[in-house]
């Protein structure tokens, strides 16, 4: 479904991708799990359009994406749920729902917004707060439920986990595993790799801007390599 | 009594205008967290573009039309050859570039346009009238009422339509809103145009009291970002509240004190603001914004 081949972006004159070569099939939760710095984030935001690619390809679903501006991409399949939530502050829960499905127009969107209060239940109880004022937690949902409403075929997640109590993250962890009876793809990309691992069905490993080992979620876990630098054992 | 009356009527003609020289400030600041110091020109152009037209033999709305529009791809020339090429930039060297357009637009309006000083007819005569014992001009009322109708016209805007959403959404968190399928780059240049149209109109219903030249745009963007600064950079209520209110004490200092120490009034303001209370009557937390 997405397939990226020898990913290649800066900051400025600094290059923070060396070459990104990975995978993810239809159907499937994939995570990338590496340390602070390694370039996760980089990769997601290139995958989304907003940060220039300076090499390699992009191909989703078929297509190029490549050159394709970040503003089409959600109507292409593509939604993200980025780091740090990025949530509207201002406006209030259901608003961030709705802009989630800016690009549509149509009776779904109502459906849509059912099905993510079933989901998460608690922004029906807050919907028409700012969402500004939930807890970390829920703001996490949020941003989660808002790029559902995008109707993704593939969803990217941007360190869901982070900074979030134990209770919280298993929450989270749950709810990614629940994606996948909803046909949605998820590309995870985490540095709890450990959480990760436990719900994808594979991943790879990225250090400094480089992947550098791949395999079935169960074959990593038990990799003495990914347990020594990546789960503390 | 009917002095007050007086000094109010005025504070409100001229508020109205700050506050909508104001209102182009946020609007642009919202969507690029830039402080456009050419605003001003917007509000210069559309009087010097309008007398230009009306010179020329044009009837007057059509001149203003003209003036509204040219105004309005000069915004977006303005956003599109300064403020994007320099994107990712600190905000103090956008603020310097907006500060140098300004001079450019200065400079080439007196090459193309002269240095005179113009004044446009007023919109329905100059019969004064007279209101509790003040006595008004019909142009105050325009000035007042176009104001009104430009804050109610935006107010719609962005509560009832898509595109005012998108705008909202643009200013609230730029980077979420492209995730979520809004083209950030044609928010830019619609605030920019939607700026320069703001200002252009606010000029046409001002040169009728206040005669203009090339330089007036000067002093008026420093009037409206003063009443940015008192309302709040960023909130559209607070750029109504605070252009009238600093119309509203430039009136009475020059009514009860001096016409000369009118002027220091949007100084004292920018420094009591900005020593006193950063975020203004309405502005939002600047650490929220980040
Ligand atoms: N806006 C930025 N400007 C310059 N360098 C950046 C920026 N964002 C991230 N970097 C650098 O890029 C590298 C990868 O960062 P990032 O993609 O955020 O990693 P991760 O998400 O894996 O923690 C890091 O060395 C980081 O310092
Ligand atoms: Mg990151």
Redesign the pocket.
């Given at each position: 479904m997405l397939t990226v081949e020898g990913l290649r972006s800066r900051?400025?004159r600094?290059e923070?991708?060396h070459g990104v070569d990975l995978f993810v099939g239809s159907g499937e939760i994939v995570t990338v799990v590496?340390?602070?710095?390694?370039?996760?984030?980089?990769?997601?935001?290139c995958l989304s359009g907003v940060q220039p690619v300076s090499g390699g390809a992009i191909t989703f679903r078929g297509e190029a994406m490549t050159c394709v501006p970040a503003y089409r991409r959600v109507a292409r399949g593509l939604a993200q749920s980025p780091?740090g939530r990025q949530i509207f502050t201002n406006l209030s829960v259901e608003e961030n729902l709705r802009l989630g499905a800016f690009i549509f127009a149509d009776e779904r969107v109502e459906r849509d917004m059912a099905d993510a209060f079933a989901m998460f239940p608690i922004l029906r109880e807050k919907r028409n707060q700012l969402a500004g004022g939930l807890s970390g937690g829920q703001q996490q949902m949020l941003a989660i439920a808002r790029a559902l409403m995008g109707r993704p075929a593939c969803l990217l997640l941007?360190?869901p986990s982070m900074g979030l109590a134990p209770i919280l993250v298993a929450q989270i962890f749950e709810v990614v595993k629940a994606l996948k009876a909803l046909d949605v793809t998820v590309l995870l990309?985490e540095?709890n790799a450990f959480g990760a691992l436990s719900v994808a069905d594979r991943g790879y490993v990225?250090e400094?801007?480089r992947v550098t080992m791949g395999g079935s979620a169960d074959e990593l876990i038990a990799d003495p390599r990914v347990r020594e630098a990546y789960l503390g054992i | 009594m009917s002095d007050l009356l007086q000094f109010l009527a005025s504070g409100v003609t001229v508020g109205a205008v700050y506050a909508l020289v104001a209102l182009g400030f946020t609007i642009i600041y919202n969507a690029s967290d830039v402080v456009n110091f050419a605003q001003g020109e917007f509000v210069m152009l559309g009087g010097m573009i309008s007398v230009a037209g009306v010179a020329a033999g044009l009837p007057l709305p059509l001149a203003a039309l003209i003036a509204i529009a040219v105004t309005s791809a000069i915004g977006v020339a303005l956003n599109t050859f300064a403020i994007e090429p320099a994107r990712g930039a600190p905000v103090v060297s956008l603020i310097i570039i907006t500060i140098g357009a300004s001079i450019f637009i200065r400079g080439v309006t007196q090459i193309v346009l002269g240095k005179g000083t113009h004044r446009l007819p007023s919109f329905s005569g100059d019969e004064p009238l007279h209101v509790f014992g003040a006595t008004v001009l019909p142009q105050s009322l325009w000035v007042t009422a176009g104001a009104v109708a430009i804050f109610v016209a935006l107010w719609l805007f962005f509560t009832r339509t898509l595109t005012g959403r998108a705008v909202l959404a643009t200013s609230n968190n730029r980077l979420a809103a492209q995730l979520v399928g809004i083209n950030t780059r044609f928010v830019m240049t619609l605030s920019f145009a939607l700026s320069a149209a703001i200002g252009a109109l606010a000029g046409v219903l001002i040169t009728p009291i206040l005669p203009t030249s090339f330089e007036v745009g000067i002093s008026l963007a420093l009037k409206g970002f003063a009443a940015a600064m008192l309302g709040g950079m960023g909130s559209p209520k607070g750029a109504l509240t605070g252009g009238l209110l600093l119309g509203l004490m430039e009136a009475l200092t020059a009514g009860y004190i001096s016409s000369h120490y009118k002027d220091a009034v949007a100084f004292f303001v920018i420094l009591a603001v900005l020593f006193a209370f950063p975020r203004g009557l309405y502005g939002s937390n600047p650490t929220e914004r980040v």
């Open positions: 900051y400025g600094i923070v991708l590496g340390a602070n710095g390694a370039g996760k984030t980089t990769l997601l935001r780091e941007d360190e990309v540095q990225m400094t801007g | -």
